[in-house]
Structure formats: C-alpha cells, structure tokens
C-alpha cells in the first residue's frame, strides 16, 4: 500500500542523515519539497539529494512564511490535497525538512490537513540543537532538571522568565531579534554559561562562545543559542 513519508534531513551535513531515511528516499515515487523564496534549491533537498534515485519525481512546493493566514492555508490545503491525490493513485509520496519533522516544522502543517485519508509515517531527523551540544561537547541537559526549547518569537516576558527560571536553555530562531536576545542574555548574566552556533554541520557552520561580542552581521538566519546554567564555555 502506498504512504506519505516525512522525513527529516537532520541539520545539513549529508553524513548525518539517518540510514531509515536513506532507505525511505529509495523506495519514493515523489519527492515533495519547500520552494526557496529565491530561487535556486532548497536546503533539505540538497542535503539528501544524494540518496535519490533519479526515478524520483521532484516536486517544488511554495510554503508562505509570512503571518497572512489565508495565504498560508490556501497553500497547505492545496500541497495536502496534491499529497493525498497521489498518494490514492499508488505512489509513495515524501516529504523532507530540516532538522527533526516534529520541531518547528512546515510538515506539521501538512501533517494535520490530511485528514487520515492516507496512511502516514515520520522519520525522524537529528535536531540542530543536538548536534550543536554534540559538536562542542556541551552537555543539553542533566538529572533532574527539564530542557526548555524556547523559539525568539515569543513573547518578551516568556523569553525573560525562562532565561530567569531555568537552567537548561535552547532558544532557536534568534536570528530576527537577535540584538534584543544577547542584551536579555546579558541581563542575566549568562553570557559565561552560553554558545550560539551558525549553520550547524555545513561547511559554513560558526560557533562563538564570546556572544555579547557578536554582531547580526556575521550570523546566518540558521543560528541557535544554548544555556545551560551548570556548564561554562
């Protein structure tokens, strides 16, 4: 029976995508993937292009990232409904992103507009916050205290109470409010107990532990920054 496939590409190094992945992309008949906005080829698909048969059709899909809400939902229902129709007509459709599909991730989206019209597996993916900590041997998380994974878009007053009341910290998304972040950071006071890393596991990939020193300028939209109050950097 064919079936809808999530698969996640892990960071960006080819390498550290997952064998079960490897072997879902293998057995695809379509390939759905994110549109670049400009242009050019999605950073998921380069990641696993690699491991796809040149049988596989590609299919690139435009997913707004904007907050016009209609737009967004005409988008999703519209890729969804393509999803389904193939998926019905016999072919094994996938679908890859970035990271884990469970974490910040267009796929959810998709995810929950199909309406359990189309049996649906998800491979997981190595997160970009696990790799950074892995990378630069800094542990996440420990014993008995909680991991709080917290996106920059929040709310100024969430960002502050979880740098405030947790030890274990990973804020994603920093990129936007990057200035506002490192002063709250400063705040704080811990600089000293924090690493912020550009584009994890490319070649470009940048890791600072001097982060009151760095600019927006020299960070990629790819950036996260990890906490933990019991490590020092």
């Known amino acids: 029976m064919a079936k809808f496939y999530g698969i996640g590409t892990g960071p960006g190094d080819s390498s550290l995508v997952t064998i079960k992945a490897v072997k879902t992309l293998e057995k695809l008949d379509i390939l759905v ?11 998921a698909l380069s990641i696993v292009k690699e491991y796809i048969p040149e049988s596989v059709q590609i299919k690139e899909r435009h997913f707004p990232m904007n907050f016009n809400s209609e737009e967004k939902e005409v988008a999703w229902q519209g890729i969804a409904k393509e999803i389904i129709d193939d998926v019905k007509s016999g072919k094994n459709v996938g679908f890859v992103t970035l990271g884990d599909p ?3 991730s267009t796929y959810v989206y998709i995810l929950n507009r199909l309406d359990d019209e189309i049996e649906v597996e998800t491979i997981p993916g190595i997160s970009s ?6 990378s630069n041997n800094f542990p996440l998380v420990m014993d008995r205290d ?7 878009t929040a709310s100024e007053e969430k960002i502050d109470s979880t740098l405030e009341n947790h030890d274990c910290i990973v804020l994603m998304k920093v990129y936007k409010n990057f200035k506002s972040i490192i002063e709250k950071i400063k705040k704080h006071g811990l600089s000293k107990h924090a690493i912020l890393v550009s584009n994890s596991s490319l070649d470009s990939e940048t890791t600072y532990t001097n982060i009151e020193e760095v600019t927006k300028e020299q960070i990629s939209y790819f950036s996260t920054i990890l906490i933990n109050k019991n490590s020092n950097v």
Request: glycine share 8%; aromatic share 8%.
């Open 146 to 152: 909680p991991l709080v994974i917290l996106p920059c």
């Open 33 to 43: 993937t994110p549109q670049p906005k400009e242009g050019g080829e999605s950073l």
């Open 102 to 104: 469970m974490i910040y």
């Open 129 to 134: 916050f696990s790799n950074i900590a892995s």
